[in-house]
């Protein structure tokens, strides 16, 4: 009798978790149709679709997307082709970065392109050593909060940290406008599409990086310049993942100027080159063209290093050409509305598999009002 009611205490203790533990409902504010749509608009104009994927903070390792892209050539039933692994280093010799290529293809047709960028190596060492004494801590600490000064803070926060300091930064950028150059080297043609998912830290990291290579490659008519233009011409999407550009924004606030104002934003930027790429298309009728830039800004509510992002965080002029919108959805439940785990809110977009199928097939319902106004204040 009292196993049996042992028993029954452990089972309602068990529901009582399960019922406990949920998630925010998906919230969607804008329509948009998904990957399998551009896939197929490639595939009809005899192109390629780019997807070009770029981690954000905390160290990652070679194949971090690879759960990712495999998912997404599942649903869209292509197959892998070919792979080949770039080693990227420094003006030293020193690894500094990895970029890896994926083609994938269905009948030789709707072909599929991904490229990952690794960047941690230009970090890393920094990181192990400034914050190898800290860690003796470790043993002395719950291990929540361990696993969130190891992994948030000094792995994470840390390389935001870095990115803003002038004399550190070049050494981030390296990596990824060494492969960006690789990447229009790849026989990039007017006729493919091209996606970029950016995971926070890694969205202004490789917008900064398009507008360093834009303005290497300006002046000349080689073959980087005019695959730069195919590739913002053929930009259809920009996916950010946990967006940290209000953040990482405030230090280039221009404290002189009244009221305070940031910079020219990198996207606002590279907005501008992709302007271009579309007129000299139009004159030299050039086809196809992608006139709309769908910028889809996805953001886990219990990721304590991601922020809902306004137009304006992005864009500052009030261009017809760019839809934007921000995409709430669930990566880890939370307890009794309590607590949700932090570091997983933060790293599983990559595979949260409800949001690859959600990118894929796209949103065609009606958007949503995701963050309301606050209600006026009484004078």
């Excluded at 925010?24 to 608009?41: A, D, I, K, S, W």
């Excluded at 010799?93 to 230009?122: F, I, V």
Aim: proline share 5%; hydrophobic share 35%.
């Amino acid at each position: 009798m009292v196993t049996h009611r042992f028993s029954l205490v452990f089972v309602a203790i068990l529901s009582a978790l399960g019922a406990g533990c949920h998630c925010p409902r998906t919230c969607v504010e804008m329509q948009f149709p998904g990957l399998r749509t551009e896939l197929n608009q490639a595939s009809t104009n005899n192109g390629t679709l780019r997807l070009l994927i770029v981690h954000g903070m905390s160290t990652h390792t070679q194949g971090y997307s690879s759960n990712f892209v495999d998912e997404i050539a599942r649903r869209l039933k292509i197959n892998q082709v070919r792979t080949e692994v770039d080693v990227l280093k420094d003006s030293n010799g020193k690894t500094n970065g990895y970029l890896t290529m994926t083609d994938l293809a269905r009948n030789e047709t709707n072909r599929l392109r991904a490229y990952e960028l690794t960047w941690s190596p230009a970090t890393s060492m920094e990181k192990m050593d400034r914050f190898e004494f800290d860690s003796r801590l470790d043993g002395k600490r719950a291990s929540l909060n361990r696993q969130a000064k190891s992994t948030l803070l000094n792995d994470g926060f840390a390389d935001a940290v870095l990115y803003l300091n002038d004399d550190f930064r070049p050494k981030i950028q390296a990596p990824v406008t060494n492969a960006i150059l690789r990447i229009l080297g790849t026989d990039f043609r007017t006729n493919d599409l091209c996606v970029i998912v950016t995971h926070s830290l890694g969205s202004k990291l490789t917008f900064d990086c398009l507008n360093i290579v834009s303005e290497q490659v300006a002046r000349t008519k080689n073959v980087e310049s005019q695959a730069l233009t195919n590739l913002a011409a053929g930009l259809s999407y920009l996916i950010m993942f946990a967006n940290q550009v209000p953040l990482l924004r405030l230090g280039e606030t221009n404290v002189s100027a009244q009221p305070l104002q940031p910079k020219t934003s990198a996207v606002q930027k590279f907005l501008d080159t992709r302007r271009q790429g579309l007129e000299q298309r139009k004159l030299e009728r050039e086809v196809p063209t992608k006139p709309t830039l769908r910028v889809i800004a996805v953001s886990d509510p219990n990721d304590l290093l991601s922020y809902p992002l306004q137009r304006t965080d992005l864009i500052t002029d009030e261009s017809s050409d760019i839809e934007f919108g921000n995409l709430f959805i669930c990566n880890v439940p939370a307890f009794l509305g309590w607590v949700a785990n932090p570091v997983k809110a933060h790293e599983r977009y990559f595979d949260n598999p409800k949001l690859v199928k959600l990118l894929i097939q796209g949103y065609n319902k009606k958007p949503k009002v995701c963050l309301k106004e606050p209600p006026a204040r009484k004078q």
